[in-house]
Every structure is written in C-alpha cells, then in structure tokens.
C-alpha cells in the first residue's frame, strides 16, 4: 500500500460523497483510539473549514478524553466535548426497572447504549450543520461484525472500510499521528479495561491475515468464518418481505 496515494484517494472520494449528498461537511466522533484520529485527520484534509470532531464521554477513561483533546488541538481540529454520563445513567435506571441481566451478557447490553447514545449526539450534531456522520470503522472490524448495531455502524460514510487495522496503522505513521494513540491497545471504550482483541477471542493479526490471504490456523480460521456468518445482519439493510402480488 501507498499511503500517501490511499489518503489522497479518500480526501477525494470524501469531498465526492458529500457533495452528491448535498451536504457541507462531516461529524467524526474521536474517541482517543487510531482509527477515529486516522479519520479525522483525513476529514480534516478534505474540509479544512467544515469539519467538526466529537468526544463523547460516557463512563470514559479520563485518560482517552486528554489524549483526543491533545491529538485534536495539536492537528487544529475543531471539536467540542459532550459528555453523556448523567443521560446514561438515567436511561440504564429506566431500562433496569424492567429487565436486568447480570454478567457478562448484562455487562454487554449494558455496554452497547453508550456507542447508540454517541450515534444520536453524532446525527444531533450534523443534522445541525448540514453535514455527514462519518464513521471510523476498519475492515476487519466490519467483516467480523465487532460494532454495535445502529450505534458506532450507523454513520453515513465508512471512509476506513477497506482498509484492514494492520492497514489503518500504517497510515496512522504516514499521517504522523501520536505515539500515545498508536501505540494503546485498541478498545472500544465500552467498560474498563475491554480491549477488541480480548472481546472478539482473536487478534487483529491472524484476523487481517486471514482476511488477505483466506489463511491462518484452523482454529482461528474456525472461528473468524464463523463470526463473519454470525454478523451478516450487521452488514445488510434490514431485509424486508416482497409479497406475492397474485
């Protein structure tokens, strides 16, 4: 892969996509990991006036707020702060009061309302401006299925899927984005210490691998082709009954 010739090609299509959409700029949520700076940097290329990055906070790590600020100011990237703490708390209590699973199931449903509340602040957020959601999911994430459905896959534009996550670190070097971004265990923020790898039982090694060449061991290989079955629903719009006219 070229990367200079990849971001030049995706600043393009970007300014393509929202123009046919008759829009004037994008929303990218930030949330301290490499594939959202990644995304924003580019955004930041291909609207340099009408762009606008989001962190959304929601039982958060300090931490990954003051690395995206940083990361943010130090590429002049617009942005502004929405925390979602208290609409969260509020929302789970009223939830609570009508189902309540505890365990690792419960941990996860609780889990997916933070990446569906950001969606919301997202489309609030650009709706407002004229602009487009734009989503900072990888390839390897988007095969398998890691992602909230109608939470951090329901964006208009998904400018990082094509690329494979050992992909969107290379550009991460290329667009000289932070160590202290790149070099985090990516994690989708969704309760302390969660990280992707440990969440989907592979790591994004033998997962781009197999992704590249259909090749790995056959444990593994067992498991991502039976993840990609499993989350066909995540990738295709809801299906909708055709009716026989006669």
Sequence with gaps: MKPETVVDYLVNWLREQVAL?????????????VDSAVAAVIAKRAFPDNCMALILPCESQIS???DSQ?????FEIPYRVVELDNIYTLLLTQFQSYIKIEG???RLLRANIKPRLRMIALYYSAQGRNYL?????????LSVGYSTKYGDNAVDLQLLGDLLKTEVYELARYLKIPDYIISKP???GLWEGQTDEEEMGVTYRDLDRYLATGQGEPKV????????????????MPPIPIIPRD
Excluded: Q
């Excluded at 959601?133 to 994430?141: P, Y």
């Design 21 to 33: 959409a008759g829009a004037e700029g994008v929303v990218v949520g930030v949330s301290g990991g």
């Design 64 to 66: 990954d707020r003051l």
């Design 70 to 74: 940083m990361f943010l100011e130090e």
């Design 104 to 106: 690792s199931k419960g």
């Design 133 to 141: 959601v734009l989503g900072t999911s990888n390839k390897s994430e």
């Design 186 to 188: 990516p994690s989708g």
């Design 221 to 236: 290989v067992e498991k991502i082709e039976k993840m990609i079955k499993d989350s066909e629903h995540k990738r295709r």
